[in-house]
């Protein structure tokens, strides 16, 4: 599974790791779902990395370069996408897709999904809630949300 961002918000490109901001609610579910204690305190990125991996799970961001004003998804403009089409076509194991929220999914539809042949836009696809502290809902909720993966993932 493919875990698709926007783009690393200015906490996460100081700290060099994908959702370093201490209120992003993923790694919290991440531990959650897989039953894993991937705190910051207790682990660091690349062993938060090798621990998804080796539960199927990789992640990027759907845009490589933005013009954005601090963090938040709602003022990136001008987005240049990463080569997801490279991606797939490098990892043909890859069964499905989750957006990382609404904006993410808006920057695929638009930047990414004209880009793949086929076969590659059959891949299924899952939005799900940001995990952004912005997006103001109890974790519990985002939580029973992002369970979906799971099944996904047992298929």
Do not use: Q
């Amino acid at each position: 599974m493919l875990i698709l961002g926007t783009m690393p918000s200015a906490a996460s490109l100081a700290a060099g790791y994908y959702y370093a901001h201490p209120r992003n609610a993923f790694w919290p579910i991440m531990s959650a779902l897989f039953g894993l204690d991937l705190s910051a305190g207790s682990v660091g990125w690349d062993r938060r990395r090798e621990l998804l991996l080796s539960n199927r799970v990789a992640l990027w961001d759907t845009a490589r370069a933005c013009v954005r004003e601090g963090s938040a998804d709602a003022s990136i403009r001008d987005a240049e996408p990463n080569d997801i089409p490279a991606l797939l076509a490098a990892c043909p194991d890859v069964r499905a897709i989750c957006l990382n929220g609404r904006k993410a999914e808006a920057l695929f539809r638009s930047l990414v999904l004209p880009r793949l042949d086929e076969t590659r836009r059959a891949i299924p696809r899952l939005t799900l809630p940001s995990t952004s502290p912005a997006r103001a809902e109890p974790l519990t909720a985002k939580l029973e949300a992002w369970r979906a993966i799971l099944s996904i993932l047992n298929t």
